[in-house]
């Protein structure tokens, strides 16, 4: 408002004086009429606008009051029709002129503002396209790191637990400790191919076309050999499960074997699958030494087993104290994998 009126001010005190100013008025009316439109919206451009157009029709009249009152006696009573036909043609001139740069200058800034809007945008899409290109790498480096743990590590820590026992008999019982080699060699075979494949294109199904019940089956027997522990595997599923939602399964189940076999000593190690119309329901459980989770918040074991459960929309559970075995309970809906 201040803007306005000041403008105002200032365009009367220049074209003070008779009507030959009136062009000069016209001027600075069209230079005011520009300046709004820089300086505002589209309803203050329209008001500032109309204000000085209203403004110089009012000055216009009383210019030419004030040039009959001048006018010597006789001449006053002559028709002012020619006079007042060039007012309304100057004035219907300079209305036009505002309404064409209103409407063009509103046009441009229109213009100027959709391509900064559309600038804005086209970063803000690089950003957003950035931070997903930075998190799908983080997710895959994630994914590729458990991948690399689950596999390698198990069958890792299942020849270093043959190679010990080798050591162990290689005086007292050189047949047995030979049978550990050999069993050994087969595991680092496996390990090697696993860090091929891992490499190469990190496979995407490790179960190699077995059923979900056939892989369990194959990791107990590795856990009986390295441990001499035998798992008691109850599975009980209706039918076929989804193949990421079996890998995902067999991971857990891999980790969980590996763990078992690196540091839970058990006697006892059971592992029951089944499956209601709602969820599935995972239990892992051994009699070996426990531990303190609070102590073990950085193994990337647990956390791998609660990530691909979680990713699943499951829920992980962890119970296990020193000296007390482990428990571990994973409870997956299966109308979510359907969807």
């Known amino acids: 408002i201040g803007f306005v009126l000041l403008e105002g001010l200032l365009i009367l005190i220049a074209t003070a004086g008779d009507l030959r100013e009136m062009r000069l008025f016209s001027f ?12 505002f919206a589209l309803p203050g451009r329209v008001v500032t606008t109309g204000m000085a157009y209203a403004l ?32 309304y043609s100057w004035g219907l001139l300079l209305g036009m002129t505002l309404l064409f740069l209103l409407l063009l200058v509103n046009a441009l800034l229109t213009e100027r503002q959709s391509r900064d809007k559309l600038t804005a945008a086209n970063a803000q899409l690089r950003n957003y396209a950035l931070r997903v290109e930075k998190l799908a790498m983080s997710q895959e480096r994630n994914r590729i790191a458990r991948e690399i743990h689950d596999s390698l590590g198990h069958s890792l820590t299942a020849l270093n637990l043959q190679v010990e026992g080798a050591l162990k008999l290689w005086q007292s019982n050189p047949q047995r400790a030979h049978q550990f080699l050999k069993e050994a060699k087969v595991l680092g075979s496996t390990a ?75 006697t ?26 609070s102590q073990n918040r950085t193994g990337f074991g647990l956390q791998s087993m609660r990530e691909r459960t979680e990713a699943l929309g499951g829920i992980f559970e962890l119970q296990t104290s020193p000296g007390q075995g482990c428990t571990i309970t994973v409870h997956i809906p299966l109308e979510r994998i359907a969807t």
């Open 28 to 39: 600075l009316v069209v230079v005011f009429a520009l300046r709004s439109c820089l300086m």
């Open 56 to 87: 110089f029709l009012l000055v216009l009249i009383q210019r030419l009051q004030d040039l009959y009152e001048r006018l010597p006696v006789g001449w006053r009573d002559r028709p002012r029709v020619p006079a007042w036909s060039f007012a």
């Open 192 to 266: 090697l191919q696993d860090v091929r494949q891992s490499v190469a294109a990190m496979r995407a199904d490790p179960l190699q076309e077995q059923s979900l019940e056939a892989a369990i089956a194959l990791l107990a027997r590795n856990v009986e050999q390295a441990t001499g522990i035998a798992p008691i595997c109850q599975i009980h599923l209706d039918g076929p499960l989804p193949a990421d939602l079996s890998t995902s399964l067999y991971r857990i189940v891999q980790e969980a074997f590996t763990n078992i076999c690196k540091y839970a000593r058990p």
């Open 268 to 293: 006892q190690v059971l592992l029951d699958l089944q499956d209601t119309a709602a969820t599935l329901h995972l239990l892992i459980q051994d009699d070996g030494v426990g531990f303190d989770p």
